[in-house]
């Protein structure tokens, strides 16, 4: 009898079984199954010039930035059966000890897989897409620097803004400025930021602005203006921008996303600017980074593209003089943290066997823990890019699948060890 009644109850469950995995074998990259538990993360906070987070009892915890750039994770989330590469790129930066990346929340444009298409009109798909990204990187632990808008054209960026203004009878420039200063095109904007910021993921219910796996929002990705004269404007729009996503959000940290170029007007640092070009781009590390919303100054580093005649003697130089430089003005003159959100180089291998690379890689790195050691401003660094087999198509001279390269996993792991102690 017992044994009858153990069978009746097996039937129901081995049938809900059955059905599930055949749903799975036919639909499973259009399912999205809600996710119950996450893992619990603190939101991460700044105290002057260092990262922070909450480790319990009322006591902080220092943070500092050891991370990657993939930016096409949100891309790569919007078909199931592309996912399994974004979760092989975040626990793969999980295992080397990386514990921050950022990615592209933006892509605007007409294109299949956008995802706003037109102003305030988004790819529900899409979306789902980036809650995958969010909801996959915190089950690695991992935080995201979410970046809103390209200054490039690549997906869609601030000219894309500046079209759909024209497309609608808008008396606008057809300078890409105009993204900075026209009101039309900053409400387009700002609608934006607010469907971001506001939205809640479809696979955990959690709203992007209380999820503590973010770890910042980016106003935009290397802000540059095509005169000089527009700096006043790119200022005002810096602190109107950051000034309303705190409106909106008072859990997260806010950043430029700055290349870290001196302006003008900064005429005791000019001689650290890579060329005398840099400067005519309106955007000015320190005015830009001392607005009072933007929490902490960010910094990119390309000696291979900026100096590409340079020798590896220049470029150390230079790229030596750009990081103290830069901590120090976080350190003395804004008061913040400053992370070098993407350092790239690209592969040149000596005869001796060693590459360039590794040894400039090696060189930031050093960097950042001594003033980390000193309790200073240098915050932290992401390496430009990561890859993982698959998605090739998203590489550039800069990109590298780094558990491949012996010596950069080698330095990226002794960085985390550094700065874990």
């Not at 994770?73 to 592309?82: A, C, D, I, R, Y």
């Not at 950069?408 to 002794?414: A, D, H, L, P, S």
Request: proline share 3%; charged share 20%.
């Amino acid at each position: 009898m017992e044994s009858l009644w153990r069978e009746r109850r097996a039937y129901p469950l081995l049938g809900l079984m059955s059905m599930a995995f055949l749903l799975y074998l036919n639909f499973g990259h259009k399912l999205a199954f809600p996710i119950l538990w996450q893992p619990r993360m603190s939101f991460v906070g700044t105290n002057s010039t260092q990262f922070v987070i909450d480790v319990g009892n009322g006591e902080q915890s220092i943070f500092y930035v050891n991370g990657w750039n993939s930016y096409w994770l949100m891309e790569e989330s919007v078909w199931g059966t592309s996912r399994y590469k974004v979760s092989e790129m975040l626990k793969r930066g999980s295992q080397m000890g990386m514990t921050v990346c950022r990615t592209w929340a933006f892509s605007d444009g007409r294109r299949h897989d956008a995802l706003q298409i037109t102003p305030g009109f988004f790819n529900e798909k899409v979306f789902q897409g980036l809650d995958f990204v969010i909801a996959e990187a915190r089950r690695h632990k991992i935080r995201l620097i979410l970046s809103l808008v390209n200054n490039l054209n690549a997906f869609g960026g601030k000219a894309q803004y500046v079209n759909w203004a024209q497309e609608a009878g808008v008396n606008v420039s057809s300078s890409t400025d105009s993204f900075f200063s026209h009101p039309t095109i900053k409400r387009y904007y700002m609608d934006y930021i607010k469907a971001i910021v506001t939205r809640k993921n479809s696979l955990t219910g959690v709203r992007y602005s209380e999820e503590p796996a973010v770890f910042a929002w980016e106003l935009m990705n290397e802000p540059r203006c095509t005169s000089s004269s527009s700096a006043p404007i790119l200022q005002t729009w810096i602190r109107e921008m950051a000034t309303f996503i705190k409106s909106l959000d008072q859990n997260h940290l806010v950043t430029v996303g700055l290349e870290g170029f001196y302006g003008s007007e900064t005429t005791n640092r000019s001689e650290v600017n890579p060329g005398e070009w840099a400067a005519s781009l309106g955007s000015d590390f320190i005015q830009n980074s001392a607005i009072k919303n933007i929490d902490f100054a960010s910094v990119h580093a390309y000696p291979d593209s900026w100096i590409h005649d340079a020798d590896l003697d220049k470029k150390t130089k230079f790229l030596s003089r750009w990081v103290d430089y830069h901590i120090s003005d976080g350190e003395n003159v804004l008061k913040k943290p400053v992370l070098f959100m993407e350092v790239g180089f690209s592969l040149h291998t000596s005869k001796q066997g060693t590459n360039d690379r590794d040894l400039l890689l090696k060189m930031v790195y050093d960097k950042v823990y001594e003033s980390a050691k000193k309790r200073q401003a240098g915050a932290g660094a992401l390496i430009w890019q990561l890859l993982v087999d698959g998605v090739e198509s998203y590489s550039d001279k800069f990109s590298f699948v780094a558990w491949e390269k012996a010596e950069t996993n080698r330095n990226v792991k002794n960085a985390d060890s550094c700065l874990s102690h």
